[in-house]
């Protein structure tokens, strides 16, 4: 019950410390959904330089972003049981050293948005905006779980973007794979639940707001039902966007592991069902990746 994926006891390694404290394996939730956007919206293989920057765009936005969100829990997080472990709440990592990651992980995120394409860092500051505000909004709402799946939701849309270039509003609004993107949502607002579960109680007695505070009991059928949504959008994806085979085995098989994933949750085993999730976002990418390497049939 008291899984942490940000907490550690080991005070020795400094490295090992950060990356817990970063949880940069949680990169590979929007990574692979980037690819996807990126891939479909060309129907084919994006630039190797393009793919390199939407890498190193998510990378340094989340150091800020996970920095940002253990910056502002940390009060919270050092009475919870669950959390008590995280670096900001032992010192290992200090507040200094947080504003520092925050500042380093912002300035990567602008810079590498600036070098991918006009457009992609015109609207980068939306993108800071969303991820750098969601710590603050779950002290009102319990729609703060829709704002950080939207995160994984956007991580589609900026793929997309990035890869398309430089055209009008019409063009690049039309190529995003828009079903992708609820999808995403949903199925993110579906394995977020798994972190706020198992903190219910306490999240009820510090008057913190997540959908699982909202529903109590029922928050594990709340987060079922998103996830099936996301796959039947995923498979409507499919179909819409015309694709290979491949894609479908792949949503079939990113639907099973949600399953798996869902059914662990049941058990209360919290943390390997959220752990999962980040299997269920590579594999439907991959779908779309060798999609892309056979040749996408032309709309």
Do not use: C
Not at 41 to 62: H, K, M, N, T
Not at 138 to 164: D, H, P
Request: hydrophobic letters at 55%.
């Amino acid at each position: 019950m008291y899984w942490d994926p940000g907490g550690t006891k080991d005070i020795r390694n400094k490295l090992y410390i950060t990356l817990r404290f970063l949880r940069m394996e949680q990169t590979f939730f929007s990574l692979p959904m980037a690819y996807l956007g990126a891939f479909l919206a060309v129907r084919g293989i994006p630039s190797i330089r393009i793919l390199l920057l939407i890498f190193s765009a998510l990378f340094f936005v989340r150091i800020a972003g996970m920095t940002n969100d253990n910056l502002a829990d940390r009060f919270i997080d050092a009475k919870n049981p669950r959390t008590k472990t995280r670096p900001l709440v032992t010192g290992t990592i200090t507040v200094k050293n947080a504003h520092t990651l925050i500042i380093i992980g912002l300035i990567g995120y602008f810079i590498s948005a600036y070098f991918i394409n006009i457009i992609a860092f015109a609207i980068s500051p939306i993108g800071a905006l969303v991820i750098m505000s969601y710590p603050y909004m779950k002290r009102y709402t319990s729609f703060a779980n829709y704002q950080i799946a939207s995160i994984q939701g956007l991580s589609v849309m900026a793929g997309a973007i990035a890869a398309l270039g430089v055209h009008g509003p019409y063009y690049i609004i039309y190529r995003i794979p828009w079903l992708f993107v609820f999808a995403t949502i949903f199925w993110a607002l579906g394995f977020d639940l798994y972190n706020h579960i198992p903190d219910m109680d306490y999240d009820i007695k510090n008057n913190l707001h997540s959908f699982a505070t909202l529903l109590g009991k029922h928050a594990l059928k709340f987060a079922g039902l998103n996830q099936i949504l996301s796959v039947s959008l995923a498979i409507a994806a499919d179909i819409v966007y015309k694709l290979y085979t491949i894609s479908y085995i792949a949503t079939g098989f990113h639907g099973l592991i949600m399953l798996a994933a869902f059914l662990m949750a049941y058990k209360g085993n919290f943390g390997k069902a959220f752990r999962y999730n980040i299997y269920a976002s590579i594999v439907l990418a991959l779908g779309i990746i060798i999609g892309a390497s056979l040749g996408f049939p032309i709309l």
